[in-house]
């Protein structure tokens, strides 16, 4: 499975070399509802007056709002004295919404070409009409990156990820039309190995396959690599996986991950059908050492799962890089892996049910 840097890279259409910074979240300005003034941070509740509706957009609505047959001077105006290098964009309104299909998009644009540098690039948040027009949500804060991970307009919600310097990244949900902006959000869905102690989500992003309803979102550890999984079944819907649980129990009685973390190994199949996690139990006092674990196979469409006694070698492993579940569900087939031998990663093949096997690295 691609490492938490690459995930974010990918989406985010950067590079952002792996590392994240955890802390607090931005703060958003929304312009909204006709006012182009900045309104006040938002970090809870939003406290936005209403004033009248440019006519413009008061004459888009009462056409049934099908942007593509607008005429310019029927859409909202374009925003003047914005920060050098953002791309030009129209004023967002309440009654733009009404426009707003599955043909819409969501975007973070920054100044000088999308290219976010440290110490204060201009960035913000916008609505991506069929035509390509923009309309502005929101100023994001200039401090760190920002990183649009999935947007649901049916909901008018956004999540989206900070880009730093640490091994660790805050991710947020934000509403759309509000601009409010929530720290602890999924619930229970979320797990624990995500969820700080103030309640904030940190390393999540969506898989880009998922062949069950809704989307598979993936938790990533401060190595950066897979260890936990939930779905968004809609909206704001987050649920956990049936096999939670017993993965919580593994972890309570110290299950740990190829680096000895408490946490897991996972490899999904690539096209999020199954996944297999990997529960290790350490040698204590020897902490490359293992002394076996336990497989959790998981059936992610039917949400179904099965416990297996894992056969490993003597030292730790972790998932290969790129590596992924080549089988189905009843069948997990090979599962590549990096083990520390003597402080040496050494390849193996591992199987349920089967005794792991050496081979040279590079070999799948």
């Not at 967002?92 to 110490?119: I, K, L, Y």
């Not at 049936?242 to 919580?248: I, N, R, S, T």
């Not at 529960?279 to 050492?289: A, E, L």
């Not at 599962?335 to 792991?356: K, M, N, V, W």
Request: hydrophobic content about 40%; glycine content about 12%; aromatic content about 8%.
């Amino acid at each position: 499975m691609p490492r938490w840097g690459q995930v974010l890279a990918a989406i985010a259409g950067v590079a952002v070399g792996g590392t994240l910074l955890y802390g607090t979240y931005l703060t958003v300005e929304p312009l909204l509802l006709g006012d182009t003034a900045p309104a006040p941070a938002v970090t809870s509740s939003p406290e936005l007056s209403a004033t009248p509706e440019p006519s413009a957009s008061a004459e888009a609505a009462s056409l049934g709002c099908d942007w593509s047959a607008l005429a310019d001077g029927q859409k909202p105006p374009y925003l003047g004295d914005q920060a050098d290098g953002l791309p030009r964009a129209r004023l967002m309104t309440e009654a733009t919404w009404d426009c707003v299909d599955d043909s819409w998009g969501v975007a973070v644009h920054s100044a000088g070409g999308d290219t976010w540098r440290p110490g204060g690039t201009a960035q913000a948040l916008y609505l991506v009409a069929p035509d390509g027009d923009l309309l502005k949500l929101f100023d994001l804060r200039t401090d760190v990156q920002v990183v649009l991970l999935e947007s649901d307009l049916d909901a008018r919600l956004a999540w989206t990820a900070r880009v730093g310097e640490d091994d660790t990244t805050q991710v947020v949900q934000v509403e759309l039309d509000t601009g409010l902006v929530v720290d602890g959000w999924g619930g229970d869905a979320v797990p624990a190995l995500q969820v700080a102690d103030d309640g904030t989500v940190s390393s999540v992003a969506p898989l880009p396959e998922f062949a069950g309803d809704g989307t598979l979102w993936a938790g990533y550890s401060r190595r950066g690599t897979l260890q936990s999984l939930f779905v968004r079944a809609s909206g704001d819907d987050f649920r956990a996986l049936g096999a939670q649980k017993a993965l919580d129990s593994l972890l309570a009685d110290g299950g740990v991950d190829g680096a000895h973390h408490a946490g897991d190994e996972v490899w999904v199949a690539r096209d999020g059908s199954f996944a297999v996690f990997l529960s290790q139990r350490p040698v204590k006092d020897k902490p490359h050492r293992t002394a076996g674990g336990t497989w959790v196979v998981v059936d992610l469409v039917n949400d179904q799962w099965r416990l297996a006694e894992a056969s490993l070698p003597e030292w730790l492993c972790s998932s290969s890089p790129q590596a992924y579940a080549t089988g189905t569900y009843d069948d997990p087939g090979v599962l590549g892996a990096a083990c520390d031998e003597h402080g040496t990663q050494a390849s193996y093949r591992l199987t349920i049910g089967g005794d792991p096997q050496r081979v040279a690295a590079g070999v799948p």
